[in-house]
Nanobody
Framework: VQLVASGGGLVQPGGSLRLSCAASGFTFPRADMSWVRQVPGKGSELVAGITKSGRTNYADSVKGRFTISRDNTKNTVYLQMNSLKPEDTAVYSC?????????WGQGTQVAVSS
């Protein structure tokens, strides 16, 4: 199983980034997907999730700014991040839940700074 996140980088406050997480090794359309972020020394935060049926949920801190989506033909989940703030700086990782099994990928660093 692989979950390969990409798209992170350095962006100024107010800017945008689009993260991608390419999945392989399991039945992607059957999995609920989510993005989680972590700041060193702090706990992790569930940023956004999308079920296998397409239902989405967001952390209050990102509602109205972030959008999660999935493309089952490409086995990929996306996170469109707009109006970025310095407090969005973190390592972003994707998670897949397929029945009783949870998979994690490596993270991609997002830094928001002027």
């Amino acid at each position: 199983v692989q979950l390969v996140a990409s798209g992170g980088g350095l962006v100024q406050p107010g800017g945008s980034l689009r993260l991608s997480c390419a999945a392989s090794g399991f039945t992607f359309p059957r999995a609920d997907m989510s993005w989680v972020r972590q700041v060193p020394g702090k706990g992790s935060e569930l940023v956004a999730g999308i079920t296998k049926s397409g239902r989405t949920n967001y952390a209050d801190s990102v509602k109205g700014r972030f959008t999660i989506s999935r493309d089952n033909t490409k086995n990929t989940v996306y996170l469109q991040m707009n109006s970025l703030k310095p407090e969005d700086t973190a390592v972003y990782s994707c998670n897949a839940v397929d029945g009783p099994t949870s998979y994690w990928g490596q993270g991609t660093q997002v830094a928001v700074s002027s």
